[in-house]
């Protein structure tokens, strides 16, 4: 009988094992890891068991001979085919190696580090490394969430994960970051089987690429000049994967944020170089705006098909006759198609303006201040479809200075002063997606931020440098035909030198000398007298 109160003590039934069972239990548990390691790794299996045999029948010899071919082979492969070696040869092998011995030694303490270990049910949860593969600069790696972490939380992380793994940039991703191949020939059905099953969407993965090796330290060379340029990939910049990364010009706009001596001028000129094939042969015309007086772009004048850098008059001139070319075609084509095509009767209008400030904000005459921005306003929000596009450049991105700012579709972010100006060209929360704009060393002269296309997450590039002899050499080789600027009549302004303005009065202020030295300098030396 038991009252209330009284303490009872329940243990629970413990079930004994013979220590038979146990040990063959544990016998089948290693025996299954083995077997299911063996599954995931055929291939080393298969060369281990290739080695064992070859060892049993042939001696030391039956191993040196194909590792000394298997040398031969490789190097000949990589001389031969570099990217195609990296692929399939040295990449898996580099990545596994690393793998085991660079990110699985700190794979721990890097992740409690940066906050990205749980608990549950008093234990530490960590995210768990699936897979390594590395190229010549990079070290992608596949990393299993816990669950209820989202990207994000990583992204945050991004520069830690970077110093933790002993390297100074690293990006994360949602998506897997490179493309799938394009399959072609007998065994395209298969392998676009397997890539379907390599790039789909795993909303559980997240995915770290470490730079290795800093592939944008040294000066990217110009791109051949294409006859045609095809205006969805035009090559300007090289990647941190040593790709191309290629601008998608078609029926968008660009805005380029840098601070001064960043390397704006690097983004536009290798623009116009791979443009200057279409220039020539007039599927192209390129109105250029430097407000600068033409210290950017009066080198390359001839491959112009208007220019104003001296006239604000001139400049809203032309933005006018920009905005009629563009009514001119809504009218046209409206009905029959809804992206425009260039074509040499109905060309590419690119307006490229350097230091659009000096239009937007530090222009002292309001009334043509207003002007500008109506034409920008309106070209902005409604050229893009008919093949009038804007491409700007500036240094100060804020709201005041750059009102539509959000009709710019594509951004590209080079070196800026301050953390808040990184969301305001490439969009908010960009920074802490890991594009660190406002920390660009000095080598870093054309070095920015891109948004790639179908992700969110920034890419970090080098334009390539375009010297004055480069430009030269374009604006001889590659100038625009004589009847570039008759979309329009020519206004013949482009060069006119600014009105002269009446010069403002100045308010009379008080002396900045003290009253008693005022009156000795006042005196008339000859008599002593106050004038």
Request: charged content about 25%.
């Amino acid at each position: 009988m038991t009252t209330a109160g009284d303490l009872m003590v329940i243990r629970p039934r413990r079930l004994e094992l013979p220590v038979w069972l146990i040990a063959l239990g544990l016998v089948l548990r290693w025996l299954w890891r083995g077997l299911w390691w063996c599954l995931r790794h055929p291939v080393a299996v298969a060369l281990v068991v290739a080695g064992v045999s070859l060892y049993r029948e042939f001696g030391r010899a039956g191993v040196i001979v194909p590792l000394v071919l298997a040398a031969a082979v490789s190097a000949l492969w990589r001389w031969r085919h570099e990217s195609s070696w990296w692929t399939w040869c040295a990449g898996p092998i580099l990545g596994r190696f690393r793998q085991l011995f660079v990110y699985r030694r700190a794979w721990r303490e890097a992740m409690t580090l940066c906050g990205l270990a749980k608990m549950y049910d008093h234990r530490t949860v960590l995210p768990e490394l699936l897979r390594v593969r590395s190229d010549q600069a990079l070290d992608v790696l596949t990393i299993r969430m816990v669950r209820g972490q989202t990207p994000e939380e990583f992204q945050k992380a991004t520069a830690n994960l970077a110093y933790a793994f002993g390297r100074r940039h690293a990006r994360v991703y949602s998506e897997r970051p490179d493309d799938p191949p394009i399959r072609s020939g007998y065994w395209a059905l298969v392998l676009g089987a397997v890539d379907r099953l390599r790039f789909r969407d795993r909303p559980s993965a997240v995915y770290l690429v470490v730079v290795r090796t800093d592939a944008l330290r040294t000066l990217v060379d110009p791109f051949d000049v294409p006859s045609v340029p095809d205006f969805t990939a035009l090559p300007l910049a090289r990647r941190e994967d040593l790709r191309r990364w290629c601008l998608h010009l078609l029926a968008t706009h660009v805005l380029i944020g840098g601070a001064t001596r960043s390397g704006k001028g690097s983004v536009l000129w290798s623009l116009v170089r791979v443009l200057a094939g279409g220039i020539s042969s007039g599927l192209v015309r390129l109105w250029v705006i430097d407000p600068k007086g033409g210290m950017e772009f009066a080198m390359g004048r001839p491959l112009f098909a208007r220019f104003a850098c001296k006239s604000f008059e001139a400049m809203a001139d032309l933005l006018d006759e920009a905005v009629t070319v563009m009514r001119e075609r809504q009218t046209r084509l409206a009905g029959a198609v809804r992206v425009h095509t260039p074509t040499l009767a109905d060309p590419l209008v690119v307006v490229v303006i350097d230091e659009m400030a000096a239009l937007t904000a530090y222009l002292q005459d309001v009334d043509l201040r207003k002007r500008i921005a109506g034409s920008l306003g309106l070209l902005l929000s409604q050229g893009a479809g008919v093949g009038v596009l804007v491409v700007a450049a500036l240094q100060d991105p804020r709201k005041e200075v750059l009102p539509f700012r959000d009709l710019f579709p594509t951004r590209i972010a080079l070196g800026l002063t301050e953390a808040a100006q990184v969301d305001l060209v490439l969009g908010d929360g960009a920074r802490n997606r890991g594009a660190l704009a406002d920390q660009m060393p000095r080598w870093a002269k054309g070095v920015g931020y891109v948004i790639l296309d179908g992700t969110p997450e920034p890419a970090r590039v080098r334009f390539s440098y375009i010297s004055d002899d480069h430009i030269r050499e374009l604006a001889a080789e590659y100038p625009a035909p004589a009847d570039a600027a008759d979309i329009l009549a020519q206004v013949g302004r482009e060069t006119a030198t600014e009105p002269t303005r009446p010069p403002l009065p100045r308010q009379r202020r008080g002396p900045l000398l003290p009253d008693s030295l005022l009156n000795i300098l006042d005196r008339d030396t000859d008599g002593g007298e106050p004038r």
